[in-house]
């Protein structure tokens, strides 16, 4: 079965520094990775998907990369600002019975000061 | 504006009854799902549903239902046979093939008393 596992579970930071968020999952056969980014008390929004072929994924600030051969995705966060202060979580799809369910990892949550 | 509602934002019930929670989303995604979030933990699958009329139990089944009778809405009851209600409800969809992407809802807090 497959477990996503995300270091470190917590981050605090100050403005302006770089920031990688680590995701690792055991099993290799995925259709893709997802990052999501997690207000308190609100759903989930996405921020980057990666598909299996594929090595990273950017939007503005952020990067996300992809090694599927050793199970690793990271998530960059470039000089990180307060409103980058949230949980965020990854996210695997691989084959599972024909379906595409997928398997979350248990989130960083990152708080940034000024 | 497109998206997926879920309704209430709050609810509160007392213990031994039963609730539903609402899901909407007019994406026109074929796959639908049900997640609980628990403090400190990742998020579970309840159930899903990947065409109209049709649905899998996921990892923690045990005490919801579902129905899935328009592709727009995937409504969960939470019935009196589930033992620790009380959570953090996250619906989500997508085109439901394997490279797409996963969008969710606000939430329903759910408070079982």
């Known amino acids: 079965k497959q477990e996503v596992t995300q270091i470190p579970a917590a981050l605090s930071v100050p403005e302006g520094e770089n920031l990688v968020l680590n995701c690792s999952f055991t099993d290799s056969a995925i259709y893709n990775l997802q990052w999501f980014r997690q207000d308190p008390g609100k759903g989930l929004t996405s921020l980057l998907l990666?598909?299996?072929?594929?090595r990273e994924q950017t939007s503005g600030r952020l990067n996300a990369s992809l090694d599927k051969s050793s199970g690793r995705s990271t998530l960059y966060i470039a000089a990180s600002q307060p409103g980058d202060s949230a949980t965020y979580l990854c996210?695997?799809?691989?084959?599972?019975?024909?379906?595409?369910?997928?398997?979350f990892g248990r989130g960083t949550s990152l708080i940034v000061h000024p | 504006d497109g998206g997926i509602t879920q309704s209430p934002k709050y609810l509160f019930r007392k213990e031994g009854q039963n609730v539903t929670l609402s899901c909407e989303q007019n994406l026109n995604h074929d796959a639908m799902y049900w997640y609980r979030q628990d403090p400190g933990q990742g998020l579970r699958l309840i159930y899903y549903s990947q065409i109209v009329n049709d649905f899998q139990k996921g990892d923690i089944a045990e005490g919801y239902s579902v129905s899935r009778e328009k592709k727009e809405s995937f409504p969960l009851t939470v019935t009196s046979a589930q033992k620790n209600p009380t959570a953090f409800y996250l619906c989500?969809?997508?085109?439901?093939?394997?490279?797409?992407?996963?969008?969710f809802g606000p939430g329903t807090r759910l408070t079982v008393t």
């Open positions: 990666i598909q299996s072929s594929q």
């Open positions: 996210a695997v799809i691989g084959p599972t019975g024909g379906s595409y369910i997928p398997t």
């Open positions: 989500a969809s997508s085109k439901g093939r394997a490279f797409d992407e996963q969008y």
